[in-house]
């Protein structure tokens, strides 16, 4: 009984099993919503950088997402070649290009849309459309939860509120309803949960919360299918455990000065994003499967510096902010991964929803238009080949040129590290096998150590 009993929570813990041996346990992703521009940060293109100033569109018969072209626009910031590997990194990233041979760059991604909200939910999902299930959803469905007391997926969006498409980027989708994100607080000083506690008048009696399961699984078993029901019981029941586990995960006071420092907590910029990387940490240690950080808000009118990275007005203002923030937070997650022993086994991304033009948005000089044709993605650890590239985009950044890339590719990529088939990991809706890629897409193998 007892050997039983261990095997079946086992089995609930783990989820199904791997496909085949993995390299990576755990994932973070750093989602940069607004469009970060490649030609100002990764992709380093020296011709575009000889034609500023020029006609973009010579004989004007192109149309951007919101403007019409203006002039060839080179890179705002010089690039540099660094490390072992020599790949070239804008001085946007002084901290991150210290850590280039660790990281593999994708040139050639694109997406189908130039509209942020489906942008974002195509590089989640792998549709354009809302209510699909998220990467985070299909790796927990897929591999279940390392962490008895924490959930599976968690999610710490930007202090400054959720990103376009909102909570729709951490969803489950047609999947059951547990596999969604559960978001967390990252702010200084602020729960980790919302009304996680009970009221301090509130007295609880002894055998209250075994009543009130019982109750809740009688009322679960009369109406068999209803996975949303399941999973609001499962949330009361991981409340109940991360009354305990929460405020300890999320407590980083036990960690060094040095960790502090490396992370740049006294920094008013840099310290809200410095946390979100720090606890991703702390989660992955404690078991969390997935952890989602964003790196930019939902947009607003841009009086001051935007929200995001969505730099129409001002791109050397904006990225100039942002920029900053990544290469902080992002350097500093990987170098404290690394010292830990945890980044060969911890696969961390950082996307954005689609690029920017080379060229000026119409006559505002300083700003960039969407770009659905191209942008760079990354990966690093949890089974990654450092210091190498794929696919390339053409001699001004424009569009995907050499290899180019979906989401499905990305995706696909990163379930082969986690030990997952992308074509195999399916989900059975209304007689239809669905999957992160729909079948679409394939492993990109010159990444993979």
Not at 138 to 151: D, F, H, I, M, R
Not at 421 to 443: F, M, S, W
């Amino acid at each position: 009984m007892a050997l039983g009993g261990l095997l079946a929570k086992e089995a609930q813990g783990s989820g199904m099993a791997p496909h085949h041996p993995a390299k990576a346990k755990a994932v973070i992703q750093i989602f940069c919503p607004g469009g970060i521009s490649q030609v100002d940060t990764w992709d380093h293109k020296p011709e575009l950088t000889k034609r500023t100033g020029t006609l973009f569109d010579p004989e004007g018969k192109l149309q951007f997402f919101a403007s019409k072209p203006g002039n060839c626009q080179g890179s705002h910031w010089k690039f540099r070649r660094h490390g072992a590997c020599g790949r070239p990194i804008s001085d946007l990233f002084p901290r991150l290009a210290t850590c280039v041979d660790d990281m593999a760059f994708i040139h050639s991604m694109h997406s189908k849309s130039a509209l942020h909200g489906p942008a974002m939910f195509m590089m989640n999902s792998g549709f354009i459309l809302p209510g699909f299930p998220t990467m985070g959803a299909w790796v927990t469905y897929g591999l279940g939860s390392a962490a008895e007391n924490l959930p599976a997926y968690v999610v710490l969006p930007d202090p400054r509120g959720l990103p376009p498409g909102g909570v729709l980027n951490w969803g489950p989708g047609f999947l059951p309803a547990k596999q969604q994100g559960t978001p967390m607080e990252a702010g200084e000083g602020k729960p980790p949960l919302a009304d996680l506690f009970l009221p301090k008048d509130f007295k609880d009696k002894n055998g209250d919360a075994h009543l009130l399961g019982l109750l809740n699984k009688r009322h679960a078993k009369e109406r068999p299918g209803n996975s949303e029901l399941e999973a609001r019981i499962k949330a009361y029941e991981m409340a109940a455990k991360l009354q305990l586990s929460a405020p300890e995960a999320t407590d980083i006071r036990s960690e060094t000065q040095a960790t502090g420092k490396l992370f740049q907590l006294e920094d008013k910029d840099i310290s809200p994003f410095g946390r979100q990387c720090l606890l991703a940490r702390r989660l992955v240690e404690r078991g969390v499967r997935f952890v989602q950080i964003f790196c930019g808000a939902e947009n607003t009118t841009a009086r001051e510096i935007r929200p995001n990275w969505d730099s129409h007005e001002d791109l050397p203002r904006d990225h100039g902010y942002w920029g900053r923030v990544l290469d902080g937070g992002a350097a500093a997650l990987l170098k404290d991964l690394k010292s830990r022993g945890l980044l060969d086994e911890t696969l961390v991304i950082c996307t954005t929803e689609f690029g920017r033009q080379p060229a000026a948005q119409g006559n505002r000089a300083m700003g960039r238009d969407h770009n659905a044709g191209a942008f760079t993605a990354w990966m690093a650890g949890g089974g990654i080949r450092g210091g190498v590239s794929y696919g390339a985009t053409d001699e001004l950044g424009w569009k995907a040129a050499k290899n180019p890339t979906y989401s499905y590719d990305f995706h696909a990529t990163a379930l082969h590290l986690l030990g997952l088939d992308h074509k195999r990991l399916i989900y059975h809706k209304n007689g239809v096998e669905r999957g992160i890629t729909d079948d679409q897409g394939n492993v990109i193998e010159e990444l993979l150590a």
